[in-house]
Each structure stands twice: as C-alpha cells, then as structure tokens.
C-alpha cells in the first residue's frame, strides 16, 4: 500500500475582497470556528 499524499492540512489561505463576507462563508457555510481576528485576517 502507498502512503498518503497529504496526512494533515494545517492552513488554507484565501484571499477576499470583502473581510465580512468571507468570515459569513468561513462560519456559516463551511462551519467552521473563529479562532483568532486581526484588522484584515481571520482564522
């Protein structure tokens, strides 16, 4: 058996236009928690 390209994803960076929106789609649709917030990063 091979092994796994990939075992573990530890970030995925995507660039938005509008901050807030990509937070409603990164909470909402992707449910994912809010960690941590700068002025122009969230994670």
Request: aromatic share 6%.
């Amino acid at each position: 058996m091979t092994e796994p390209l990939i075992e573990k994803v530890d970030c995925v960076q995507l660039s938005v236009d509008d901050l807030e929106s990509g937070l409603s789609f990164y909470r909402d649709k992707l449910r994912l928690e809010l960690l941590w917030r700068t002025e122009d990063e969230v994670g």
